[in-house]
């Protein structure tokens, strides 16, 4: 009897039950099929950070030609007005020789703009000096009212406050922690140097050279 209840149980495609049994219990109403995970049962983790350069995802771009003149224009507040005459030298495509636009960050392209990055803060300092206003400069607006003159007066907190609102404004990110305070010795240093030759707007054109030439200010 017992074995011709078995042969029915097999013939009716209903496994026996026992306790080692891996069959799904029978689903309840408005219960739904079990669905197999589409990522295979594990989440690939991301790269380290640090290994990575402080990045996760994909690799850092270098801006095009037109992105940098209008990043140029907009944290520095003027036009770099000879970007079209280096714009060949700076990647742009002619579309007669070249139809793609290069990116890549090479020695070419740093030597023109490190000499457009001269031109520009030097000039934008030049025009800051003498505005009495902080409210209209680009470069030295938390700087105090009156005519820039002597930087080394300048107290350390207003120091780091003109670092941190540069960096904020040429990066999207400011400085902090132990970097804030070498860039605060770097001007410091600059702020000296610019006493004795009596041009102290040489010192903030120093600040933003530096910050316009940094893979922060061209990559994204």
Same mark, same amino acid.
């Given at each position: 009897?017992? $074995?011709? !209840?078995?042969?029915?149980? =097999?013939?009716? #495609? ?6 080692? /049994?891996?069959? /799904?219990?029978?689903? %309840?109403?408005?219960? !739904?099929?079990?669905?197999?995970? +589409? ?7 991301? +790269? ?22 209008? /990043?140029?224009?907009? *944290? ?9 005459? $280096? ?20 020695? =070419?392209?740093?030597?023109?703009? &490190? ?14 000096? *003498? ?32 670092? =941190? ?6 990066? #999207?990110? +400011?400085?902090?922690? &132990?970097?804030?305070? %070498? ?34 200010? !061209?990559?994204?």
């Amino acid at each position: 009897m017992r $074995r011709l !209840l078995l042969l029915v149980l =097999v013939a009716l #495609g209903t496994p026996a039950c026992d306790q080692g /049994s891996s069959v /799904s219990p029978p689903l %309840q109403d408005g219960q !739904l099929d079990p669905v197999e995970n +589409p990522h295979g049962g594990g989440v690939t983790p991301l +790269p380290d950070p640090d290994e990575q350069s402080g990045r996760v995802g994909r690799s850092a771009r270098r801006l095009t030609v037109a992105q940098l003149g209008t /990043s140029i224009e907009t *944290a520095v507040g003027l036009p770099w007005k000879d970007l079209d005459a $280096r714009a060949a030298s700076l990647g742009r495509a002619d579309y007669a020789l070249i139809n793609a636009e290069s990116t890549e960050p090479n020695l =070419v392209f740093a030597k023109f703009l &490190e000499e457009g990055a001269r031109t520009v803060c030097l000039q934008r300092a030049r025009d800051e000096k *003498a505005m009495l206003e902080a409210k209209s400069r680009t470069l030295g607006r938390t700087l105090p009212d009156g005519k820039i003159t002597d930087l080394t007066k300048l107290e350390a907190t207003q120091v780091r406050e003109m670092l =941190v609102y540069l960096s904020t404004r040429f990066w #999207g990110a +400011p400085l902090r922690g &132990e970097e804030l305070t %070498q860039w605060e010795g770097f001007f410091t240093k600059a702020a000296a140097r610019s006493k004795t030759t009596n041009k102290p707007e040489e010192a903030i054109a120093v600040v933003c050279i530096a910050l316009m030439t940094d893979s922060r200010f !061209l990559t994204y």
